[in-house]
């Protein structure tokens, strides 16, 4: 404390250097006289407050407030009525965790200085964060009473009521000062934050936008004003106010990223990037902001764009695997499986039990046919999460690709055990059962998938299908199918359903003109290729359905069905033309 009372002295040397001298006697000589000695001053007390003040400040700069109360409260003996002094002490008294204490120190320094507004702010506040309210609010009123063009009191008033839930008294208060002060932004901003808290959207609208007229700089107006826009679903609203902002705060990079996300949002990912590019250049260290431009990409199948900006936020954050996962899965859309495979493996290095990395490395091992490598690393998901279901639905999917159906079953329904609601893996229980031959299970099953989801098209569609192809059930085929179209009315496959229910109904005509929507909407399917064939011979036109089973054959070489259709097509054709010959002759 000495140390800190001599650093005082050095900052207070010129104010108390009087007081200091006061201690010793003074000599003075006059012109035709001896010496002689002269009275000192006595040493001022409030000089001496102000000097353990000072110290006790310094302390208090430091942290250290419970050394600095002491100090303070001598300085209050030598000087007892400084409603200043007796504000500090109060304000010191809450930092030293001594409430009590402290409002007693607060109400001492409003009997001495009852026409100070500090003194009342002060009182008002320790008599808040009591939850004295009423008290608090009287406090506040007095300073208006004081001083009534002091618009803290007013906002501080306003915000002790909205902590209380009574709106309708803040915003009483708020009107008050917004008639003092019509061109005050921070009144209006907070009567639209009254107005978003009671749904009031009509006046909130209106009191933001005045906020940002009047002060276009005010950030917190220009972001409530476009999350009402956002809530009410006025898009464009929200996309112009998050452009107004940013062209008032262009230093600003928040609003920029608001205005992206909304975008995203909305689909519009063209507009997106180039507000997210814009981020990159305010923000170019910032790893969201990349990640965000890395999904934008993504999601306009950009691939190899998308992994320049995961690669980039992997240089910025090495220890990020939630972008090492993102940049694997553009890897994989992008056809590079093996740059894929080398980050999905050093994920996995990082966290072995990473279920999604493992899922997907799954997937990769699949795709290229790697069939055991893929069950191997599922069954080590469903290992480390065995309640996960959908765990199973990848597992069982993994057997159905190498085509062991009874393990595919098998994993399927355990994962229904877990959840017998479960769309998917009812699905799939269809698909396997299907594929053994075992049709009416599969029916029931696709079925209940419906029953659950009514929406389910490709059950539907599956059901459908499976009549047509057994030439059973045709009206209900084409009745389930049609429900499926209703869903997706642009989908290739069930158009090619359809075509093919018309077709072993009989009625080629229709058939013909399905399958030819089929191959337009779903280009590079063998089946269809072939059930376009079949139509077209139907209907007499023998070089397209050659045309179409070639194609169908260039897809699908071992399709053996189809080889012997292109013969059999090739040697009509022969014939006709030989008979065409001949009857020219």
């Given at each position: 404390?000495?140390?800190?009372?001599?650093?005082?002295?050095?900052?207070?040397?010129?104010?108390?250097?009087?007081?200091?001298?006061?201690?010793?006697?003074?000599?003075?000589?006059?012109?035709?006289?001896?010496?002689?000695?002269?009275?000192?001053?006595?040493?001022?007390?409030?000089?001496?407050?102000?000097?353990?003040?000072?110290?006790?400040?310094?302390?208090?700069?430091?942290?250290?407030?419970?050394?600095?109360?002491?100090?303070?409260?001598?300085?209050?003996?030598?000087?007892?009525?400084?409603?200043?002094?007796?504000?500090?002490?109060?304000?010191?008294?809450?930092?030293?965790?001594?409430?009590?204490?402290?409002?007693?120190?607060?109400?001492?320094?409003?009997?001495?200085?009852?026409?100070?507004?500090?003194?009342?702010?002060?009182?008002?506040?320790?008599?808040?964060?009591?939850?004295?309210?009423?008290?608090?609010?009287?406090?506040?009123?007095?300073?208006?009473?004081?001083?009534?063009?002091?618009?803290?009191?007013?906002?501080?008033?306003?915000?002790?009521?909205?902590?209380?839930?009574?709106?309708?008294?803040?915003?009483?208060?708020?009107?008050?000062?917004?008639?003092?002060?019509?061109?005050?932004?921070?009144?209006?901003?907070?009567?639209?934050?009254?107005?978003?808290?009671?749904?009031?959207?009509?006046?909130?609208?209106?009191?933001?936008?005045?906020?940002?007229?009047?002060?276009?700089?005010?950030?917190?107006?220009?972001?409530?004003?476009?999350?009402?826009?956002?809530?009410?679903?006025?898009?464009?609203?929200?996309?112009?106010?998050?452009?107004?902002?940013?062209?008032?705060?262009?230093?600003?990079?928040?609003?920029?990223?608001?205005?992206?996300?909304?975008?995203?949002?909305?689909?519009?990912?063209?507009?997106?990037?180039?507000?997210?590019?814009?981020?990159?250049?305010?923000?170019?260290?910032?790893?969201?902001?990349?990640?965000?431009?890395?999904?934008?990409?993504?999601?306009?199948?950009?691939?190899?764009?998308?992994?320049?900006?995961?690669?980039?936020?992997?240089?910025?954050?090495?220890?990020?695997?939630?972008?090492?996962?993102?940049?694997?899965?553009?890897?994989?859309?992008?056809?590079?499986?093996?740059?894929?495979?080398?980050?999905?493996?050093?994920?996995?290095?990082?966290?072995?039990?990473?279920?999604?990395?493992?899922?997907?490395?799954?997937?990769?091992?699949?795709?290229?046919?790697?069939?055991?490598?893929?069950?191997?690393?599922?069954?080590?998901?469903?290992?480390?999460?065995?309640?996960?279901p959908e765990l199973f639905l990848y597992l069982g999917t993994a057997y159905f690709r190498a085509k062991e159906y009874d393990r595919a079953l098998e994993t399927l329904q355990e994962g229904l055990t877990l959840d017998d609601k479960h769309r998917d893996l009812q699905f799939q229980v269809g698909v396997v059962l299907e594929k053994q031959a075992k049709f009416e299970?599969?029916?029931?099953?696709?079925?209940?998938?419906?029953?659950?989801?009514?929406?389910?098209?490709?059950?539907?569609?599956?059901?459908?299908y499976m009549y047509a192809e057994r030439g059973q059930n045709l009206d209900e085929a084409i009745t389930l199918i049609k429900k499926a179209l209703d869903l997706e009315p642009e989908n290739g496959y069930f158009i090619d359903s359809l075509g093919w229910a018309y077709f072993q109904q009989g009625r080629y005509p229709d058939a013909l003109r399905e399958l030819k929507r089929a191959v337009e909407k779903a280009k590079e399917d063998a089946i269809i290729?072939?059930?376009?064939?079949?139509?077209?011979?139907?209907?007499?036109?023998?070089?397209?359905?050659?045309?179409?089973?070639?194609?169908?054959?260039?897809?699908?070489?071992?399709?053996?069905?189809?080889?012997?259709?292109?013969?059999?097509?090739?040697?009509?054709?022969?014939?006709?033309?030989?008979?065409?010959?001949?009857?020219?002759?």
């Open positions: 404390m000495n140390r800190v009372r001599g650093a005082a002295v050095i900052l207070l040397v010129l104010a108390t250097t009087a007081c200091a001298s006061a201690s010793r006697t003074a000599t003075t000589v006059d012109d035709d006289g001896p010496p002689r000695r002269l009275a000192v001053p006595a040493r001022d007390p409030q000089a001496e407050a102000y000097y353990d003040f000072a110290a006790a400040q310094m302390l208090v700069h430091a942290g250290r407030f419970r050394e600095a109360v002491p100090m303070l409260q001598e300085a209050l003996k030598r000087d007892p009525n400084s409603a200043f002094l007796w504000t500090q002490l109060a304000q010191w008294l809450v930092r030293a965790e001594q409430p009590a204490e402290a409002l007693a120190a607060a109400r001492r320094a409003v009997q001495l200085a009852p026409n100070d507004t500090q003194t009342h702010l002060t009182l008002a506040e320790l008599l808040r964060g009591q939850k004295k309210y009423a008290e608090a609010e009287a406090e506040l009123e007095k300073v208006i009473a004081i001083n009534p063009a002091h618009e803290d009191a007013y906002l501080t008033l306003a915000r002790y009521q909205v902590e209380q839930k009574a709106y309708e008294r803040a915003r009483a208060v708020l009107l008050r000062l917004v008639e003092r002060q019509p061109r005050l932004a921070q009144a209006h901003f907070l009567l639209g934050r009254l107005a978003i808290e009671t749904e009031g959207w009509d006046e909130a609208v209106s009191r933001l936008k005045k906020a940002v007229e009047l002060d276009p700089d005010h950030d917190g107006a220009w972001t409530a004003l476009g999350y009402v826009y956002e809530s009410r679903h006025r898009s464009e609203e929200a996309v112009e106010t998050y452009r107004r902002a940013v062209k008032s705060n262009p230093d600003n990079p928040a609003f920029v990223e608001r205005l992206g996300d909304l975008l995203i949002r909305l689909g519009r990912y063209q507009e997106a990037q180039a507000e997210i590019e814009q981020l990159t250049e305010l923000a170019p260290r910032d790893a969201r902001v990349w990640m965000k431009l890395g999904a934008v990409f993504y999601e306009q199948k950009m691939w190899d764009r998308a992994i320049d900006a995961f690669r980039h936020v992997v240089a910025l954050e090495p220890t990020n695997l939630r972008a090492r996962y993102f940049l694997a899965t553009a890897y994989m859309d992008a056809g590079k499986d093996a740059e894929a495979r080398t980050e999905l493996e050093r994920i996995l290095r990082s966290d072995p039990r990473s279920i999604d990395a493992r899922v997907q490395l799954g997937f990769l091992h699949s795709r290229a046919k790697r069939f055991d490598e893929s069950i191997v690393v599922l069954r080590e998901a469903v290992n480390l999460e065995p309640r996960r299970d599969a029916v029931r099953a696709f079925r209940r998938v419906i029953a659950l989801d009514p929406k389910h098209a490709e059950a539907y569609n599956y059901v459908g290729f072939d059930h376009l064939g079949e139509a077209y011979a139907k209907n007499g036109f023998d070089e397209d359905a050659l045309t179409a089973w070639e194609k169908s054959l260039a897809l699908d070489p071992n399709a053996e069905g189809v080889v012997k259709k292109v013969q059999d097509a090739k040697s009509r054709l022969r014939r006709v033309q030989g008979e065409r010959s001949k009857a020219s002759q």
